[in-house]
């Protein structure tokens, strides 16, 4: 365990503690940052940030101290070391930027008396100058995989906020977005990123520079541009250190040089944007394989290979580290939503992949009988407690157990309308390829550009259908999107007569008539009020059963059980009761509704409208339109029991089905949405 | 006509706040009872931002002299510039300096227990010469120890040591014998003094040897940076620098335990003679304790207990050791340190 502490506290000297620290990780080194010498309160990024480095003092064992920015030592930081009470042959190295003989001395000397050892100082600014002059960080060349190698080569520009000052910044870009032989990628401040996506050209590919760590950020770059003045900051200057060590390609586009000056092997840019098209597309992408092997042979890289500071510094070799072979699978992770619909469909999906690709889930607690029953491998995420202050408390510790659940070779399918952090995250620091499963019906406003903005992180983009055209609407736009059929599970074998001889059996009673409610789950709202009218509405039809199917865990009032012919059944085995029942009474979500239009059972569907869900009363409405169900609204109780009364008393049922019969339904998209997954994985 | 008075003039900067403030006050008392003397203020980047220290403030208000501030240029027969580590931050002296002998009083070693240096030496003392115009300069040892530190660093640079020669005696530090008498009934009560720094403190396991629960008081005081964070002790008394009076925390022990860290070594070790003279045993790691002969036990931590123990069981031991102690601080008294600042005037008055 190598413990990386800063001369100052300062968030600076935070933050270059943490890219170091993934660095070293990145080296196979266990790299950790005292949690007590860190703020408490810490932006949203950081905590992303520091989350797999941070360790409770209690359990420090440290093989190695490294002291970063050791130019300026300040007692909480020598007090700290000091607690440490390191045992003898524990070795200490400070990393700095000594500007006098006296400044190193003093150094040496602060940090000899706080932990009676000598430390080793390494000179950054003699042995390793970096890109960038005066960063706390040291820049080191952690050599890495190869540059993307996709066909269209990505160019990230990096740029400050003073850049938009000149009205012909953004037009530009876009232009240079829509160049074919270029993917262009944005990386520049936050009040940036913000003001360009409070423009007409949001759709602008934008990274903040905080929003991912820059190594992950450098994943699928292939040249990097750097625009302004004087040096970059920490985390540019570190994207480009991280660049040149793949063998990509940096240009320095500063207004003075300022990377070139510092002897990188970098390629000196036009200074202005307008010059960069050309000179990217007809001087560096031609040169390529030649940049990357002059980069590679450079003595600069040798020089600041992590390997030599290492040594220089003394650490240990970093400990070997075993890891089991496996063929690379698709690991779905369904949001828990507000039923179980994304984990319905993920596993539908997940079960139609072809031969020889396995799939696996990370999905929250409330699916897991789910997935288990359908027989997927599922490890747990955190749902939100409340317990904690900070709300995405639980998703850092999912950001962990993804990037744990995930190897090289694997691919990450989400399916949900909100990219979490975790998943934003993970995808860009384990570089795994990635689908977005996103069904669309979102309600106006619902789906905002910050969430769309997420969309980047993703290779591809399946959008299952809706069975009704007029209800498909498009929210993002590119090759990348793909439209599919409606994806709904498969009708079983099972025969509806056989299922409902197996049912009478179940609840004791014999029936000639079958009605199914299954309103939900009761997360959005409670659906007592319905239940009870439905069950009162039955209750004195002796023939008929209705059966109130609920999820295994789901909380029903137990006062439902007292009405005649009503029967509250727990099962996951929803579809084969409803495909034999006379008429289904359902919520509106995605699943079911398809599910139910797909087996042309009669429904009346009671939309769940709840302002963050997807428009169930449009999904309804367009079937009630077509005449294939009925809508009855929540509040329509009166409503609710003459539509009973209609369907299995004025034939109404009998219409209902006649519609269904001759209605024409786009194929499903289970099996083509299996297809790209497998095929993004080829 | 009456020989004309020694010019002679002190170089510091009057901020430091441990022991060469302390030691330039008392030595001050000496110096004008053989010249006219000048005091001469340089503002260190080392020390920007401090306040002169109380204990030369009194001093020189004691003694109606006044501090003359960056003065362009300082001249004397002796000068006399306390400490050439206030340089260590800057590259330049300003004041140019002329005399017929300059002495340095090296106050800090030149080099750490480790054999590494202990600051940038050759870069303080090229500025001292850069700005110097004298017949004579001389580095001055405080200790037989810091003698060591600076014939081997002298050794060792040649080049930078060039200008310089060292001077023949110690410059030490005047230590008051006290009045104090030893206490009849010496209790386990243990204390130590100092500034904050770390360097001034041994790592934790040694102090809590030196300081256990076992014993009735354990007073630290100059403790700041084990009260701002770290250990809790509750049977540690923590008092920050300056927190209360020197007479009040002596008062509160009989026994002085001074270790450091093993990183450093004491060049002098005042606090140590203060100890003496308050009437106290004071037990000291063995090499800082050597400059005390006799009057300091060494000890190492994991033998402080056993030493303590002795001395309370035979309360006339103790008596004893504080006897030895105050005949040793004799050796460090105003007169003899007269008679040693004496002979450097001599041949500037021959000079004259």
């Not at chain 2, 002299?65 to 206030?86: E, S, Y």
């Amino acid at each position: 365990m190598i413990v990386i502490e800063a001369g100052r506290r300062d968030a600076r000297s935070l933050d270059a503690r943490l890219l170091f620290a993934a660095d070293l990780a990145a080296h196979g080194y266990d790299a950790v940052i005292d949690e007590e010498t860190v703020p408490d309160a810490l932006a949203r990024a950081t905590r992303y940030d520091a989350a797999p480095y941070l360790a409770a003092r209690a359990d420090l064992a440290p093989a190695a101290i490294v002291v970063i920015g050791a130019e300026e030592i300040g007692d909480d930081a020598l007090i700290t070391l000091r607690d440490y009470a390191l045992e003898p042959d524990v070795p200490i190295a400070a990393l700095g930027r000594f500007p006098t003989h006296q400044a190193r001395m003093g150094a040496e000397a602060r940090l000899a008396h706080a932990t009676a050892r000598t430390p080793a100082i390494v000179d950054l600014e003699a042995e390793a100058p970096g890109i960038a002059p005066g960063t706390l960080l040291p820049l080191l060349a952690a050599v890495r995989a190869a540059p993307s190698g996709a066909t269209t080569p990505t160019l990230a520009i990096a740029f400050g906020a003073d850049l938009l000052e000149d009205p012909q910044t953004l037009p530009l870009l876009t232009a240079m977005n829509n160049l074919g032989a270029l993917r262009l990628r944005l990386i520049t401040t936050g009040k940036a990123k913000d003001e360009i996506k409070g423009t007409r050209y949001a759709a602008l590919p934008v990274f903040s520079i905080t929003e991912l760590p820059p190594m992950a950020l450098a994943r699928g770059i292939d040249i990097l541009a750097v625009l302004g003045s004087g040096p970059p900051g920490e985390r540019v200057a570190s994207l480009a250190t991280a660049l040149l060590a793949r063998g990509g390609a940096v240009i320095d586009s500063t207004d003075d040089a300022a990377l070139a000056a510092t002897g990188a092997p970098v390629l000196r840019g036009p200074a202005t944007l307008a010059g960069l098209p050309g000179f990217a597309e007809h001087t560096v992408l031609p040169n390529r394989t030649e940049i990357a092997r002059a980069a590679a042979a450079d003595a600069w890289i040798a020089r600041h290979a992590l390997p030599r500071i290492a040594a220089l510094a003394g650490l240990p070799a970093p400990p070997e580290r075993g890891q089991r072979a496996r063929a690379p699978r698709a690991l779905f992770v369904p949001t828990n939503g507000n039923g179980l619909g994304h984990a319905q469909r993920a596993a539908q999906i997940a079960g139609a992949l072809p031969a020889g690709l396995s799939a696996a889930f990370c999905a929250f607690p409330s699916c897991l009988p789910l997935l288990n029953a359908r027989g997927f491998p599922a490890a747990p995420l955190v749902s939100p407690t409340g317990a904690h202050e900070a709300d995405d408390a639980n998703d850092i510790l999912n950001a962990l157990r993804l990037a744990r659940a995930i190897r090289p070779g694997d691919q990450l399918v989400f399916d949900g309308g909100y990219v979490f952090t975790s998943i934003f995250r993970t995808i860009f620091e384990t570089g795994a390829k990635a689908t977005w499963v996103r069904r669309g019906l979102w309600r106006p406003g619902q789906i905002a550009e910050s969430h769309l903005d997420r969309e980047k992180a993703f290779d591809q983009v399946i959008v299952p259908g809706e069975a009704f055209d007029e209800l498909n609407t498009d929210l993002s736009f590119g090759p990348h999107i793909h439209k599919v059929g409606p994806i709904l599970q498969a009708a079983g074998d099972e025969a509806p007569d056989e299922t409902r001889k197996a049912l009478a059996g179940a609840i004791g009673a014999e029936f000639t008539t079958l009605v199914v409610s299954m309103l939900g789950g009761g997360v959005a709202a409670d659906r007592t009020a319905q239940l009870q009218t439905i069950s009162a509405a039955l209750a004195h039809r002796p023939e008929t059963a209705h059966v109130i199917v609920a999820w295994p865990g789901a909380a029903l009032p137990p006062a439902l059980a007292q009405w005649p012919n009503t029967h509250v059944v727990t099962t996951l085995a929803a579809l084969p009761l409803a495909r034999a029942a006379d008429l289904v009474i359902s919520a509106a979500g995605y699943n079911t509704f398809h599910e139910l239009i797909y087996a042309r059972t009669p429904a009346i569907f009671i939309p769940q409208i709840a302002p963050y869900m997807d428009d169930q009363e449009r999904r309804a409405r367009a079937a009630s339109d077509r005449g294939v169900a009925l809508t009855v609204l929540p509040d329509e109780l009166i409503a609710l029991s003459r539509a009973i009364e209609a369907v299995l008393d004025h034939g109404e049922g009998a219409g209902l089905s006649a519609a269904l019969a001759d209605l024409t339904l786009p194929a499903t998209g289970t099996g083509e949405a299996a297809r790209r997954i497998a095929e993004l994985m080829a | 006509m009456a020989p004309k008075r020694p010019q002679i003039s002190y170089v510091i900067d009057p901020r430091f706040p441990g022991g060469t403030s302390s030691a330039v006050a008392d030595e001050l008392a000496v110096a004008v009872q053989h010249g006219a003397v000048t005091v001469h203020a340089v503002s260190s980047a080392m020390l920007k931002g401090r306040a002169v220290a109380p204990v030369l403030e009194r001093a020189l208000a004691d003694m109606g002299l006044r501090l003359v501030w960056d003065a362009p240029a300082i001249g004397g027969d002796l000068v006399v510039l306390h400490n050439p580590g206030f340089l260590k931050f800057q590259a330049r002296l300003a004041p140019r300096i002329v005399a017929h002998r300059l002495v340095v009083v090296t106050h800090e070693n030149f080099s750490l227990p480790s054999g590494r240096p202990g600051f940038d030496v050759a870069g303080c003392l090229r500025q001292i010469d850069a700005a110097s115009y004298t017949a004579e300069k001389l580095l001055a040892p405080v200790s037989p120890y810091n003698r060591q530190t600076v014939l081997a660093w002298a050794a060792a640079h040649t080049a930078a040591a060039r200008p310089w020669a060292v001077a023949p005696e110690d410059w030490f530090n005047i230590c008051a014998t006290g009045a104090a008498t030893a206490t009849p009934r010496p209790r386990d009560r243990r204390g130590r003094h100092s500034r904050a720094g770390l360097e001034k403190f041994p790592p934790l396991a040694d102090l809590d040897l030196t300081f256990p629960a076992s014993a009735e008081m354990n007073v630290i005081l100059g403790a700041d940076t084990l009260m701002s964070a770290g250990p809790q002790r509750p049977h540690w008394a923590l008092f920050p620098f300056h927190g209360i009076e020197i007479e009040q925390y002596f008062e509160m022990i009989d026994f002085m335990v001074y270790h450091t860290a093993p990183t450093l070594r004491e060049s002098f070790g005042r606090v140590l003679a203060e100890g003496i003279a308050a009437g106290k045993v004071v037990v000291a790691d063995p090499d800082t304790a050597q400059v005390f002969g006799d009057g300091v036990i060494p000890a190492r931590p994991a033998e402080v207990a056993d030493v303590i123990a002795r001395h309370i069981e035979a309360p006339t031991r103790y008596a004893e050791q504080v006897a030895r102690g105050r005949t040793m601080l004799a050796r460090f008294s105003a007169d003899r340190f007269a008679q040693m600042f004496a002979r450097h005037l001599a041949p500037a008055e021959a000079a004259a």
